[in-house]
């Protein structure tokens, strides 16, 4: 059993910051690939960055300059640093980690819950 458990959301103000974190646990041999996606009310779920093993990072440009990614491998937990934070940057966020149980298992990608970040005045 793998589970992603995110936290850190919330109510922020626009121009605010707020920091996400996500924890792997469970029985993991690997993590690769980790990331955040998002989905606001009406549209589809969307890449906000995303992170290799090797700390390779890739951003949304809406988020570039804005956001930051990082991992702690010791932990197995992602992080999202979120600043200057706007309007449109309300939604539920979403972890993402392509993880392998066992030296003898496939890769497969696991989801956490979600955490509702509000921007709002």
């Known amino acids: 059993q793998v589970q992603l458990v995110e936290s850190g959301g919330g109510l922020v103000q626009p121009g605010g910051s707020l920091r996400l974190s996500c924890a792997a646990s469970g029985s993991i041999f690997r993590i690769y690939a980790m990331g955040w996606y998002r989905q606001a009310p009406g549209k589809q779920r969307e890449l906000v960055a995303g992170?290799?093993?090797?700390?390779?990072?890739n951003y949304a440009d809406s988020v570039k300059g804005r956001f930051t990614i990082s991992r702690d491998n010791a932990k197995n937990t992602v992080y999202l640093q979120m600043n200057s934070l706007e309007p449109e940057d309300t939604a539920v966020y979403y972890c993402n980690a392509d993880i392998k149980r066992s030296v003898y298992s496939t890769t497969q990608a696991y989801w956490g819950q979600g955490t509702q970040v509000t921007v709002s005045s």
């Open positions: 992170i290799t093993a090797s700390s390779g990072t």
